[in-house]
C-alpha cells in the first residue's frame, strides 16, 4: 500500500455541488497537509493538522473546509465548488521532528 | 516571509550532460531543506532531505548541497539521462510554514 492514498484521483463536478476529497496514511505521522497546485503559481497550502484536535488554515482557506476524522485520515470539502477550484490537489504526511515529506499522488478535480 | 526562488524556470540539455539545478531563499534561517521530483500531471517524489545540520546529501548521480550563509541549495545530476526529464522542487520545511519554490523544468534530450 502507498504510504499516502488519495480519493477520487480524478472528479469531474459542475458549480454549486459539494466536493470532498479525502485522503488517508498508513506511516503514522501526525502532520497532514492539503495542498492545491496550479500552472505557474506552484504549490499552495490550504490546511494542515498536526493532529485530530489541531486543525489550521493555510494561505488561500477560503471556499474550503476539512476534516480530520482519525490520525490516519484528513478529508477537504468544498461547499459549493465554482470554476477556479479547478487545480491538482495534494495531501501530503510528515512526522515530527527532521522527516521528509510525503505527497499522495492527487486528485485532478475539474467544475465546470 | 521567506521566499523560495528556482532560476531557470526551464532547461533543456543533452544526454549524457552532468547539471546543477538553483533553489535560492530569503531568510538563511533554514530548518531543513528538501528537493523534489514531480512527472506531468503526477505527485512530488522525494528526492533528498537535508536537515539543518548537514551540508550534503548524495542519492546515486544525485547531491543536493545547502549552503546556508549564501542563501541557496544545488542539486547536482550526473549523467543525466531522459528519464530524468521532469519538473524539480525544492521546498523550506520550516515549522508550520513548508516553502516551495516553482519549480525548474528539466528536459534532457537523447
Known amino acids: 500500500d502507498a504510504d499516502v492514498t488519495q480519493t477520487p484521483r480524478n472528479r469531474i463536478t459542475k458549480t454549486g455541488k459539494r466536493i470532498m476529497l479525502e485522503c488517508s496514511q498508513t506511516k503514522g505521522h501526525d502532520r497532514m497537509y492539503w495542498y492545491r497546485q496550479d500552472p505557474g503559481l506552484g504549490l499552495r497550502l490550504i490546511y494542515y493538522s498536526f493532529d485530530v484536535k489541531d486543525i489550521n488554515k493555510g494561505e488561500i482557506s477560503d471556499g474550503y473546509s476539512v476534516s480530520r476524522q482519525a490520525q490516519a485520515k484528513f478529508s477537504l470539502s468544498l461547499e459549493s465548488a465554482i470554476p477556479n477550484q479547478t487545480a491538482l490537489y495534494f495531501c501530503?504526511?510528515?512526522?515530527?521532528?527532521?522527516?521528509?515529506?510525503?505527497f499522495g499522488a492527487g486528485s485532478r478535480l475539474t467544475v465546470l | 516571509k521567506q521566499e523560495v526562488t528556482q532560476i531557470p524556470a526551464a532547461l533543456s540539455v543533452p544526454e549524457g550532460e552532468n547539471l546543477v539545478l538553483n533553489c535560492s531563499f530569503t531568510?538563511?534561517?533554514?530548518?531543513?531543506l528538501q528537493w523534489f521530483r514531480q512527472d506531468p500531471g503526477k505527485g512530488l517524489t522525494s528526492l533528498l532531505l537535508i536537515q539543518s545540520s548537514q551540508r550534503e546529501q548524495t542519492s546515486g548521480r544525485l547531491n543536493a548541497s545547502l549552503d546556508k550563509s549564501s542563501g541557496r541549495s544545488t542539486l547536482y545530476i550526473a549523467a543525466s539521462q531522459p528519464g530524468d526529464s521532469a519538473t524539480y522542487l525544492c521546498?523550506?520545511?520550516?515549522?508550520?510554514?513548508?516553502?516551495f519554490g516553482k519549480g525548474t523544468t528539466l528536459s534532457v534530450s537523447s
Open positions: 521546498a523550506d520545511l520550516r515549522g508550520t510554514a513548508l516553502i
Open positions: 531568510d538563511s534561517a533554514i530548518y531543513n
Open positions: 501530503a504526511i510528515r512526522g515530527s521532528g527532521a522527516n521528509v515529506l510525503t
